[in-house]
């Protein structure tokens, strides 16, 4: 005879079926999360190589002085191409004491550094390493003869070595230039010849040695900056670097100096 379940019995096992239908979905949905969180892992972002640098330093007591430099790099992977933006600033201020005429003291605060530069690139991939590229940089310096100073260039990029530990690419160029002399109030635009060298070399696992050489040659002034840097990683985003930059005009107004230079230790950020 065939065999007849009451109504509850049936209920129940179409409770139990959906249950164990339920718990099947749940213990799959982490495995497809976790498949697609790899995937998205693995895609480089078009923001990677971006970051920035901050270093700050401040004494008190018989002197007092502040002293801060910040970078922020910008790096943006489209396609064949390559934008980029650097951002600089520099600011140092100290106090002294001057004795007034009635014999008393009075002290004072005043600013003995403040530069601030900005730069923006462009690169088109020809092959591999191979690139044309518009550059454009403008800077601020109150303590410098050319107080003002931009510039926009084109160029022809390439990489000259490309081994495992050792990368130096270099990039040749005309362009045009204009400035400003602070003491003068004298404007000048000329053409000028670009070239910069961009050497890293990995010393060990997480030490990098980098140095960056910027050329602009004109009629009545070259201007040569170098950046020399030696970075050690903490982690995969944050490093200590310590730095070193020379800065060379070769015709600059009496009584000032043709080259600067600049010490740092920052605290190093990199977007991966």
Known sequence: MPRHFPLCDIRRRLVKHRLVICLLGLSVCPLAIAQDASQLAAIASPWSGSGGELGFASANGNSTSETFN??????????????????????????????????????????????YSAAAASGLQLGEHRQLTANARYERDDFATYDRQG?????????????????????????????????????????????????????????????????????????????????????DRLALKAGWQARHNSDVADGKRKTDTLTTVNLVYTYK
């Open 151 to 235: 510039s926009f260039s084109l160029g022809y990029g390439t990489r000259l070595i490309d081994a495992d530990k050792l990368l130096l690419d270099a990039q040749l160029g005309p362009g045009v230039r204009r400035t400003h002399e602070a003491e003068t109030d004298q404007t000048r635009t000329g053409l000028i010849g670009r070239s910069q060298l961009d050497l890293r070399y990995r010393i060990t696992d997480n030490t990098a040695l980098s140095n960056n050489l910027l050329v602009e040659a004109g009629s009545y002034n070259t201007f040569a900056q170098n950046d020399l840097g030696l970075s050690v990683s903490m982690n």
């Open 70 to 115: 910040g970078k922020l790099r910008l790096r943006y992977n489209e396609g064949d191409w390559i934008h980029s933006m650097d951002l600089f600033g520099l600011r140092s201020s100290a106090e002294y004491t001057r004795t007034l005429d009635d014999g008393s003291s009075q002290r004072f605060r005043q600013t003995t550094a403040y530069r």
